[in-house]
């Protein structure tokens, strides 16, 4: 699909479909909406008269155009306020407007949306975000794909001409984004820690991404007890991944993203019980997508900052080999670690990927994961939790997550209850009390970073819708990989 930001008004844009953005305040019939009623003999108010169309946020209209027109059809869409017009408004305009002119066979679309704070950039990369990702359709499971693809060939924004680096970058992140999806998606007999090795052979390859594999021996000879242990019932052997892109020139920055990589998630010997969502746990690896996404779209962009990508990936599993409850494993860091539920193995891995990265030398840290249901339980299906050692690191991850339409909230790192994680006979259990159970796996975390300025994003609600939403199509969404990007292109 082609996008192109053109100066062509909408009096005199020609087409198979034209998207108007209309705020709930200027659905009445003037100006160059008027005029453009005028042209079309009526069309609009008929339309806007006919459904009752009252320009709510995401609300929609479409009609045929009669008469030999140069415009086939008009979509309008709903912006809500305009006092509440966001990037993420946009967006999700945008994305509708594009489903809207697929479903209806359209093969280009117009579309013309006011510009966000006189910020065209902004502007322009929200719409191509919107539509790119709205339309990507995960169909590599379907026997006949082609039936459900979309037609849109080309699309145009209008006022936009000279913003195509903008677009350009817009379609960079979305392609990050819809590789998160994908390998968010994939069943757990296709994403494996060998896959999910090989597809970061093929990141590096394409965007000249420095690229160190390290294997079960590796890992064993770094002291890394704890992600051993979560791997060791499983006949995949584990692969623990670090990916980094190094600018041209002294880098403005140091920054690490560590993703959980868990590509199958049994619950161990404390196995998942039936009805507990277990098929879905081929998402558990979602921080580690959402990872290789960002730097599939930070490969493409080329910022000035250095950036490594690091995930430690195996699955959690049952055999004669398992780990069992009440054994203690101990850290690459010499923590000791007594394991009161196997179930909660993602820390484990995770504890020692922030152990290696910290070594880095980075300037901050910050890992993602599908850790918790308890934040979901918190916060609901669309907002991921937040804590953070820095408040400065914590300010900027919120204000690239605004940008992105992707939504956080900041808990406490409350060190109190910490007493909940002690055990008697190790440094600490691996999980706490159920009260407050994103907090303590926080806290968790928090042990095995000493100074570098450190974030956890718990992501275990939002990588996953069951229905569309928005520019999410029922399945995987890839959340986090924009707010990633965001954070490593700030100025800051």
């Known amino acids: ?90 967006r999700r305009a945008a994305g509708t407007a594009a489903k809207v002119a697929s479903k209806e066979k359209c093969k280009t679309l117009g579309i013309d949306l006011p510009v966000w704070n006189h910020d065209a950039d902004t502007t322009a990369q929200a719409i191509a975000e919107g539509i790119e990702l ?20 080309r699309v145009e924004l209008l006022g936009l001409a000279d913003r195509q680096a903008a677009i350009t970058r817009g379609l960079q992140i979305s392609s990050g984004v819809n590789l998160a999806r994908e390998l968010a998606a994939a069943p757990s007999n296709v994403v494996t820690p060998m896959s999910m090795a090989e597809t970061a ?56 993203i560590v993703g959980k990589g868990l590509t199958f998630d049994s619950g161990g010997l404390n196995i998942k019980p039936t009805g507990s969502g277990i098929e879905m746990m081929k998402t558990d690896m979602a921080g580690s997508a959402a990872t290789f996404g960002a730097a599939k779209a930070i490969g493409q962009l080329k910022p000035d900052v250095e950036v490594h990508f690091i995930t430690a990936v195996t699955e959690n599993m049952i055999s004669g080999r398992a780990m069992h409850p009440g054994d203690i494993l101990t850290a690459s860091n010499g923590k000791t670690i007594e394991v009161n539920n196997t179930d909660a193995e ?31 339980v918190a916060l609901g299906n669309d907002i991921a939790g937040l804590w953070s050692t820095d408040e400065g690191l914590a300010s900027q991850l919120l204000t690239a997550s605004q940008t992105a ?17 002690k055990s008697l006979h190790a440094d600490m259990k691996n999980t706490g009390p159920r009260p407050g159970g994103s907090i303590t796996a926080a806290l968790f975390l928090k042990q ?31 959340f986090g990989v924009r707010t990633l990007v965001n954070w490593v292109l700030n100025p800051a």
């Open 1 to 90: 699909m082609e996008f192109q930001g053109i100066e062509t008004p909408r009096l005199d844009w020609s087409g198979d479909a034209l998207a108007i953005g209309v705020f709930e305040e200027a659905t009445e019939i003037t100006g160059e909406l008027g005029q453009l009623n005028d042209k079309l003999g009526g069309t609009i108010a008929e339309l806007i008269a006919e459904v009752e169309f009252k320009g709510k946020d995401n609300s929609t209209a479409v009609t045929r155009v009669g008469g030999g027109s140069a415009i086939r059809k008009i979509i309008l869409v709903g912006l809500g306020k305009s006092e509440s017009l966001s990037v993420d408004s946009l």
């Open 134 to 153: 709205a339309l990507f359709k995960d169909l590599r499971f379907k026997s006949d794909p082609e039936e459900t693809g979309s037609r849109l060939e």
């Open 201 to 256: 052979e093929e990141l590096a390859a394409e965007y000249g991404l420095d690229l160190e594999i390290l294997e079960q021996e590796d890992c064993k000879n770094l002291g890394m007890g704890a992600f051993l242990g979560v791997a060791q019932a499983s006949e995949m052997p584990p692969k623990f991944i670090h990916l980094t892109y190094k600018p041209q020139g002294t880098p403005r920055r140091k920054l690490a």
């Open 346 to 376: 993602g820390r484990l891995t995770l504890a020692d990927a922030l152990v290696f990265t910290e070594k880095l030398g980075v300037d901050a840290i910050v890992d993602l994961a599908t850790l918790t249901g308890a934040c979901v």
């Open 405 to 421: 339409g992707e939504k956080f909230w900041q808990l406490p790192m409350e060190e109190s209850y910490f007493e909940g994680l």
């Open 448 to 478: 095995f970073v000493e100074k570098t300025p450190w974030a956890h994003l718990d992501i275990a609600g939002p990588v996953w819708t069951e229905k569309d939403k928005g520019y999410n199509s029922a399945g995987a969404t890839g």
